[in-house]
């Protein structure tokens, strides 16, 4: 029953900014961990960063003072805050349930796209 959904991806310009948010449903959302995640096409999947189950987050190097990770545990949603949008920031984005030992998951949404060109 777990169900991740992805949305808020779009065309935005460069230096724009685009908040991303991912429901979640079947997971008992506030005892999990979260991630954000990117790829590009022909790419690696890379990290964007993580949020825990406290609040305490930690993001890429290449997104870190323009990238922002919060969660609503009342509406068991995630969201990324993007600023200052490059167009090396053009990719699929996907929300993750983060897994540790002896639980279930990992998780992946189905991806939204997020374009950034003039």
């Known amino acids: 029953q777990v169900h991740l959904v992805e949305s808020g991806g779009g065309l935005v310009q460069p230096g724009g900014s685009l908040t991303l948010p991912c429901a979640t449903s079947?997971?008992?959302?506030?005892?999990?961990?979260m991630g954000w995640y990117r790829q590009a096409p022909g790419k690696q999947r890379e990290l964007v960063g993580a949020i825990s189950t406290s609040g305490a987050t930690n993001n890429a190097d290449c997104v870190k003072g323009r990238f922002t990770i919060y969660r609503d545990n009342a509406q068991n949603i995630v969201y990324l805050q993007m600023n200052s949008l490059k167009p090396e920031d053009t990719a699929a984005y996907y929300c993750k349930v983060e897994a540790s030992l002896g639980i279930s998951g990992p998780y992946w949404g189905q991806g939204t796209q997020v374009n950034v060109s003039s």
């Open positions: 079947g997971i008992i959302f506030r005892m999990r961990d």
